[in-house]
């Protein structure tokens, strides 16, 4: 079974500064996906970025940013110039590329960081 | 182009109801999960319904079921209810296959008196 930890539960950032998010995980799978989805108090789980496991390439989305070291089991999120809208919880999800029965949307989360930021 | 929608968005029961909780994927979406969250354990996986069919059930007694239409439209069903089932219930819609992300609603927030 797949694991995911996130062992900060709490961040807090200076506005306009940069901030890192840490996830590690577990899996003896060789192909899936990596997700970060972002949480604010209106509860709506918001798709951050992805990462394929078969790509060497890191992700990016404007000042979103991942580090993915898939040898350490690593997928660490990178906020830049972070804004006052970026406070939420930020949840790292895994989901294996092996199909059952056509299809597989499982998602394996860890238990979040809380991001605070300060004006 | 329409989101995931979930209704009732806040429910009220007591103890030994029973609960049913809707979900209407994104149009074309035909892979619908559900995730229980709550403070302790997180977010935890229900179960995935791809085409009418479950496809996967993560480990919850069988008080928990669900179904598909064919309109993709899926409905979780809790019996039996007890204090533990106070949670949040988050719904997700994807293609099913492939690198395609999932995309959730705004949840259905139940509690159990």
């Known amino acids: 079974a797949q694991t995911v930890t996130q062992s900060q539960p709490e961040m807090s950032v200076q506005e306009a500064e940069t901030v890192t998010l840490s996830c590690t995980y577990d899996?003896?799978?060789?192909?899936?996906?990596l997700f970060w989805y972002k949480q604010p108090p209106s509860r709506q789980m918001i798709l951050v970025i992805r990462?394929?496991?078969?790509?060497?390439q890191n992700a990016t989305e404007n000042r979103f940013s991942v580090n993915f070291q898939k040898a350490a089991k690593s997928f660490s999120l990178k906020i830049s110039d972070s804004q006052l809208g970026d406070a939420a919880m930020y949840f790292c999800?895994?989901?294996?590329?092996?199909?059952?029965?056509?299809?597989?949307?499982?998602?394996?989360f860890g238990k979040g960081i809380t991001l605070s930021v300060r004006p | 182009k329409a989101g995931v929608t979930q209704t009732p968005r806040y429910l009220i029961k007591t103890r030994g109801q029973q609960v049913t909780l809707s979900c209407s994927p994104i149009?074309?979406?035909?892979?619908v999960s559900w995730y229980q969250q709550t403070p302790g354990q997180g977010l935890q996986f229900l179960f995935e319904?791809?085409?009418?069919?479950?496809?996967n059930k993560g480990n919850f007694p069988g008080r928990f079921s669900g179904r598909q239409f064919s309109n993709s439209r899926s409905e979780m069903n809790v019996s039996t209810l007890e204090l533990g089932d106070s949670a949040l219930y988050l719904c997700?819609?994807?293609?099913?296959?492939?690198?395609?992300?999932?995309?959730f609603g705004d949840g259905t927030r139940l509690s159990i008196l």
């Open positions: 319904y791809f085409s009418e069919t479950q496809r």
């Open positions: 899996t003896s799978e060789s192909d899936y996906y």
């Open positions: 999800a895994y989901r294996s590329a092996t199909l059952l029965r056509g299809a597989n949307s499982k998602l394996t």
């Open positions: 990462q394929e496991a078969y790509k060497q």
């Open positions: 997700a819609s994807s293609l099913g296959q492939g690198h395609q992300p999932q995309h």
């Open positions: 149009s074309g979406h035909r892979s």
